[in-house]
């Protein structure tokens, strides 16, 4: 059944799932002074405490210079370690002056081992300084969304003007796990660079079902910081917890909750998408998902869309071009938007067959 609005049609599609609503159990209590359980692919928070409140993070910092450094620098590059480096304060991976290492190798020793002195490594080595390097790191920040955000070094130790929030930690984390090379870093639990075994930080690998990567920070101002992403059956999560002295306990009891009441969903699992008229051919238009994000859905909730397209479209159309937009509610509560796209043949570039069922 659809509604005429204008030159437009608005379908509903939906799927109720087997089991009967009931209203969502509350996550975990944890001992964090912020937290935060995060879907990166829809961008659908779970859980949160305190997520957009400025804080020090310690060394989850890395993860942004680990970010510029992918982006901005050749990983086999060969780096000539300064005296400078080796003085940095705190964590370190022990770099001797004179030795060389890939710029690869370098965030090896940053991500696994936090080595301050990595990080300085990586920044004056990509940025030509520190602080162009911390400039390159806040221009990402910006383009990331990152409103909570200000960064003067690449190693994390405490700053006036150095800080974040647990949901901008989520969404970096998000973005960093996009990059093959840092997810395969970050989910290593050890690394053998010049003969030296380092020994990855983020205990959480092995000791909780799914955690494919993470980052650790500490000072005694920030206190336990940790950023873990987690997944099981299809579903990719983000925990990140700030000033938490029970960290390992918390991340580990929150996954537990989120995979239990939430579950991955492709939009191909509603009904069939329609067909529109097309004016000048035998044949109607049909409508596909086009980008369509991986969404995140409670387990036991009634999913339902609804699909604003036109009552007919004239010919030719060009495939991949936008044809109407879809909303897809959970308990009649919006948690996607996004648009629908024209669907080709390949036997008539010009023109469409059909809709794509999934």
Known sequence: MFLKKG???????????????????APPETSARAMIVYHAASGRVLAAKNPDEPMLVASTTKL?????AAEQGDLDRDVEILPQWTLAE????????????????????????????????????????????????????????????????????????????ARDLAVLMGRVMTEPELREIL???????????????????????GV???????????????VSCCRRDGLELICVTLSDPEDWTDHRALYDWAFSRYRAMDPGELDPLPAIPRIGAEEPA??????????CVARDARISAEIRLPRFVFRPVVPGT???????AEN?????????VWGGNRTDPTGFVGSMAI
């Open 332 to 340: 009649e509560k919006t948690i996607a938007e996004f648009p629908l």
């Open 64 to 68: 942004m210079t680990a970010l510029v």
């Open 286 to 295: 049909g409508v596909d998902w086009g980008a369509a994000p991986e969404l």
């Open 322 to 328: 936008e044809a109407g937009k879809i909303r897809i």
């Open 90 to 165: 705190g964590s370190s991976m022990y770099l001797r002056s004179g030795e060389r290492y890939t710029l690869r190798e370098l965030l090896q020793g940053l991500l696994l081992a936090s080595g301050n002195d990595a990080a300085l490594a990586v920044a004056e080595t990509v940025g030509g300084s520190v602080e162009r390097f911390a400039e390159r790191m806040n221009r990402t920040a910006g383009e990331l969304g990152l409103s909570h955000t200000h960064f003067s070094n690449p190693h994390g130790l405490d700053g006036e003007d150095h800080f974040s929030c």
């Open 7 to 25: 030159v437009f049609i608005v379908f509903g599609i939906s799927m109720l799932l087997a089991v009967p609503v009931r209203a969502a159990e």
């Open 187 to 209: 989910g290593m639990r050890t690394a053998c660079i010049h003969g030296t075994l380092y020994l990855n930080h983020n205990k959480l690998l092995g000791r909780c079902e």
């Open 212 to 226: 494919v990567g993470g980052k650790t920070g500490y000072t005694k101002a920030a206190g336990r910081c940790l």
